[in-house]
């Protein structure tokens, strides 16, 4: 743990370190890693920024995989982050269903309040790139700026206002100066 609060690049997973499927991602063989992804990673860490990821992952919550299962593919993805010369400081998933109401999922902030509590990050200071309009609005609700990135952002740039909108995760970094 680290003594101080620091800022944190949160990442969300589906549809911006990997391939978003209309199944959900429900075994490793089943994960592939976006183009740019793992350069983007890598050039984080050069820069020494602390890298999470928050995701919803609701097909735990709906019985279509186990939470061990879910954490296999979250720890496969830190070791090829790692391997690809990046990496990723934590991994906070929200399990639950959408109607199950809960505080962390995505729109809801709690994810970022978990990052904040457990992983000392400063909410304030931190940026949020995700590929959901929801990434978005959890970022702003929790105090922290947002890159929605993908082709729903570029599809409805008119709507993001003054949120920033980019290509891929590769992209975003660029943007945003990490490195």
Same mark, same amino acid.
Request: charged residues 30%; glycine residues 10%.
């Given at each position: ?14 549809? @911006? ?7 959900? %991602? ?24 602390? %890298? ?6 609701? @097909? ?12 296999? !593919?979250? =720890? &496969?993805?830190?070791?090829? %982050? ?5 990496? !990723? ?10 109607? =199950?109401?809960?505080?962390? &999922? ?22 949020? !790139? ?5 990434? %978005? ?14 082709? =729903? ?9 003054? @949120?920033? !909108? ?8 660029? &943007?945003?100066?990490?490195?």
């Amino acid at each position: 743990m680290r003594s101080r609060r620091g800022a944190a690049v949160l990442v969300d997973r589906d549809g @911006v370190v990997n391939v978003r499927r209309p199944d959900h %991602v429900r075994s490793w063989a089943e994960f592939e890693f976006l183009p740019g992804s793992l350069e983007a990673m890598r050039r984080l860490r050069r820069a020494g920024r602390r %890298v999470l990821v928050l995701t919803n992952q609701a @097909v735990v919550g709906r019985g279509q995989m186990s939470a061990g299962e879910l954490d296999e !593919i979250h =720890d &496969r993805m830190r070791a090829a %982050v790692a391997a690809a010369g990046g990496g !990723i400081e934590g991994v906070l998933a929200c399990v639950h269903r959408p109607e =199950d109401g809960c505080r962390c &999922r995505k729109p809801a902030p709690g994810l970022f309040h978990r990052a904040a509590d457990e992983m000392r990050v400063d909410l304030g200071r931190s940026v949020m !790139i995700g590929d959901a309009w929801s990434d %978005v609005q959890a970022a702003h609700a929790a105090g922290c700026r947002a890159v929605w990135v993908g082709p =729903d952002a570029a599809a409805r740039e008119a709507e993001a206002g003054p @949120v920033p !909108i980019a290509r891929d995760l590769l992209d975003a970094v660029t &943007r945003l100066g990490e490195c």
